[in-house]
């Protein structure tokens, strides 16, 4: 089974990355872990054409990932833009209908834009159960420079997203 794992981030080594890096380490081995590192080369959407070969292969990880973790920043009380256009180019192709996520919004506030994505992912038929949405306000002093999670409380919560990703990968598998 595939977890595509995609940061909302287009820094490497950002505060959203280092989540994800501790999350990838709480899947469990039987699930191939793929890292969708190609936000920065979607091109901006427009649906009054053909989507591009590079949007292409992106909606097919979605369509053939059996489940997908997200993690992005707050940026001027927003989702990033990379991150929504992203979102907006799935829109037509249905490659997230029922498609359980887990969703992270790690930031220093993160409120808005972790309100805003899960609005994003209703439009787009997604599962997001209760327990796989996480929201780790004042991310910064909760990492070392090493890039290492130091807070206990958020390690735990990562495993509690993650184990409820991994949950509805299995409920959605039986109901097929």
Known sequence: MKILIIPGSLRNGSSNHIILKAAASFIPHNFQKI????????PHFNDSESPPEQVVKFQKLIAEA????ICSPEYAFGVPGVLKNALDWTVGSGSFVDKPVALITAATGGEKAHASLLLTLSALSAIVPKDARLLISFVRSKINSQGEITDPETKQKIDTVIKALIEAISETKHAD
């Open 35 to 42: 890292w969708f590192d190609g936000l920065g080369g979607l």
């Open 66 to 69: 059996d489940g997908i973790l």
